[in-house]
């Protein structure tokens, strides 16, 4: 059993080493897609200092812990899409019937599925992440801290776009739901937690489990809590759970296209 974990593990990350390879034949396009991507991040934190020049606070945040929010989001959507950039196109893969290669491979399939292309501006995304945890205030806890938080977000993350990616094994066009609710996701996690109130934080913390991927996060590098650490590790193996679940559930039900095509 633990041999079969390294050796997906090992494929996984050979997968990443050559997906990265082959997009650095073109050097500047490499570098420029990282550049204008970590660019992009920091347009969006005007907006944050135009509206704390107006207020001191907002929901309780400083401006300085909007940084670590932004920076947070940004190192887990980064992670995310560096090394389960799939999870995101599952859909597209599951209605139009583009699975076959993957099914003709020894390796796990929907671990094999979800991490065999690699997001190159999402590299933008991980470096900004770091970029606003030096300027929050970086020491050693804090980049522990971080670096835990940006892996079991991405893992969460990257496991609810698989999980409502793989409801298109049911239902037709369900890629327009995955793609929405994923969206409002990554939109929900660069704001406070705390100016939700009732019903909308319930939501964030269940539904779109935003919640479990970035505030609690937040939270616990602000005011450190052991119990919130069990519950954002207790969560994540739990959606990893379900995401194989509902995968493999569905994929009893795939339907080939008969496309002829390899993965190298």
């Known amino acids: 059993m633990l041999m079969e ?10 997968s990443l080493k050559y997906n990265i390879m082959k997009q650095m034949i073109n050097k500047v396009t490499f570098i420029t897609n990282i550049v204008f991507m970590i ?3 920091a347009s969006f934190i005007v907006q944050w200092i135009i509206l704390f020049s107006l207020k001191d606070n907002i929901g309780g945040y400083t401006i300085s812990q909007v940084v670590l929010l932004w920076g947070i989001a940004s190192s887990t959507f980064g992670i995310s899409h560096i090394l389960f950039n799939k999870s ?5 893969l599951i209605i139009n019937g583009k699975l076959d290669t993957f099914l003709t ?14 997001s190159i501006s999402a590299i933008g995304d991980l470096i900004y992440g770091y970029i606003c945890l030096f300027i929050y205030g970086i020491n050693i806890s804090n980049f522990i801290l971080f670096t835990i938080f940006s892996i079991t977000g991405a893992i969460i993350l990257a496991s609810f776009a698989s999980i409502l990616g793989s409801t298109c094994f049911w239902i037709v066009k369900g890629d327009i739901i995955a793609d929405s609710l994923v969206n409002i996701m990554i939109s929900f996690d660069t704001y406070p937690g705390t100016i939700f109130k009732s019903t909308v934080k319930i939501i964030l913390y269940t539904v779109i489990p935003v919640g479990f991927a970035n505030y609690l996060p937040i939270d616990t590098m602000l005011n450190f809590n052991i119990m919130n650490l069990i519950y954002i590790f207790a969560f994540t193996a739990l959606i990893v759970l379900f995401a194989f679940f509902i995968f493999n559930k569905g994929l009893k039900r795939y339907s080939s296209s008969n496309l002829m095509s390899s993965r190298i």
């Not at 974990?5 to 050979?14: A, R």
């Not at 995101?88 to 597209?92: Q, R």
């Not at 491979?105 to 690699?118: E, G, H, R, W, Y």
């Open 88 to 92: 995101f196109e599952l859909s597209d």
């Open 5 to 14: 974990v390294k050796n997906q593990i090992k494929v996984m990350f050979l």
């Open 105 to 118: 491979q020894p390796k796990n399939v929907f671990l094999n599925v979800i991490s065999s292309d690699t």
């Open 39 to 41: 660019l992009n991040n």
